[in-house]
Antibody, heavy 120, light 107 residues
């Protein structure tokens, strides 16, 4: 059974940093690209970043480029999102998601999400 | 970047009704289009990928169609458990943009 479990969210002051983690199980982690999607309270889904299965290619939304860094440790089956320079507009539930196929795709499994609140 | 526009933003229909939600891409995306269902407080769930392929385990009352720039999600006979917000997403290339969502309610 595929499982994705996010952690690392919390209350952070503007300008602060966080590292989100997503522990994966139930599939060959290194074979699939992984993605972070966020959802601000009461708003829609917002694609944040995707990393290839090997970890050598990554993509970012313009709104987070230069502040967020996606990475993965295939030996630990874990996906990360390092978030620096947090802003109020980064307040959201952050979901990790697994690509449906190995060649760049939509997402057939999602975690339960971790809430990041940016406030002073 | 390619923009994804859904319509309507919200929709109210009766149990048993046929419901259609539209998604339009600002440029052609072939069939790299997915539909998700999100219930309150839950993670999104993949319903349809490649514009018209039903994800395993999804009821057959859900269907998708379209190619290029215009896509539709259809629920053939609305059920109470279909109350949710529905999102389209393009995934041909980054950014993998979502539509703004369509909130579906029971009348």
């Amino acid at each position: 059974e595929v499982q994705l479990l996010e952690s690392g969210g919390g209350l952070v002051q503007p300008g602060g940093s966080l590292r989100l983690s997503c522990a994966a199980s139930g599939f060959i982690f290194s074979a699939y690209a992984m993605t972070w999607v966020r959802q601000a309270p009461g708003k829609g889904l917002d694609w944040v970043s995707t990393i290839s299965g090997s970890g050598d290619t990554s993509y970012y939304a313009d709104s987070v480029k230069g502040r967020f860094t996606i990475s993965r440790d295939n030996s630990k089956n874990t996906l990360y999102l390092q978030i620096n320079g947090l802003r109020a507009e980064d307040t959201a539930v952050y979901y990790c998601a697994k690509d449906r196929s190995s060649g760049g795709s939509c997402y057939n499994y999602w975690g339960q999400g971790t809430l990041v609140i940016v406030s002073s | 970047d390619i923009q994804m526009t859904q319509s309507p933003s919200s929709l109210s229909a009766s149990v048993g009704d046929r419901v259609t939600i539209t998604c339009r891409a600002s440029q052609g995306i072939s069939n790299f289009l997915a539909w998700y269902q999100q219930k309150p407080g839950k993670a999104p769930k993949l319903l349809i990928y490649a514009a018209s392929t039903l994800q395993s385990g999804v009821p057959s009352r859900f269907s998708g169609s379209g190619s290029g720039t215009d896509f539709t999600l259809t629920i053939s006979s609305l059920q109470p458990e279909d109350v949710a917000t529905y999102y389209c997403q393009k995934y041909n290339s980054a950014p993998q943009t979502f539509g703004q969502g369509t909130r579906l309610e029971i009348k």
